[in-house]
């Protein structure tokens, strides 16, 4: 009696913890504020501040064409944790951010958080937990057109 008592503890402990271990998220962008149709945008989901630092090395990552200003993306089955994403418009469709002087990019750039006109983004501006499905807006910036 005693080992199915034991037996029936540890299905319960099963079921009650089993269900958010290894427990899988969605993340829905609205990619927001693109400027034109050529090109693609190129995203990177990024679980640390190296990679992210880095540009490279993302946890997932997708080239998606744009039809209109605004585009919708979904990452799928992510599991919880810590995330940033980067996004950039690659209007010339050569892979990388063109930059100008100084290094400040000549295309769109957004991140998951907010952007510092300043200074290149950190993985600590664009961090985020994900837990649950996730909807947000990233908005991209261009440079100013003189």
């Known amino acids: 009696m005693k080992e199915q008592k034991n037996i029936l503890f540890i299905f319960l402990l099963l079921f009650f913890f089993g269900n958010t271990y290894g427990q899988t998220t969605n993340i829905q962008l ?7 149709t050529d090109g693609q945008l190129v995203i990177g989901l990024f ?6 630092k880095a540009k ?3 946890y997932q990552a997708a ?7 605004t585009v919708l ?8 944790g ?5 996004v950039f418009h690659d209007e010339n469709s050569d892979g990388r951010v063109n930059t100008g002087s100084m290094k400040i990019p ?20 664009a961090v985020f ?18």
């Not at 990619?31 to 034109?36: A, D, E, L, P, T």
């Not at 993306?73 to 919880?80: E, M, Q, Y």
């Not at 000549?106 to 907010?114: A, T, Y």
């Open 30 to 36: 609205s990619i927001q504020n693109i400027r034109g």
């Open 47 to 52: 679980d640390s501040a190296e990679d992210f």
């Open 56 to 58: 490279a090395n993302p």
């Open 63 to 69: 080239k998606v064409k744009i039809a209109d200003s």
């Open 73 to 80: 993306f979904t990452f799928s089955s992510i599991p919880n």
């Open 82 to 86: 810590n995330y940033a994403i980067a």
């Open 106 to 125: 000549l295309e769109g750039v957004g991140i998951s958080g907010k952007m510092h006109k300043m200074r290149a983004p950190k993985f600590e501006d």
């Open 129 to 146: 937990r994900l837990e649950n499905d996730t909807s947000m807006i990233i908005l991209l910036m261009y440079p100013s057109q003189k």
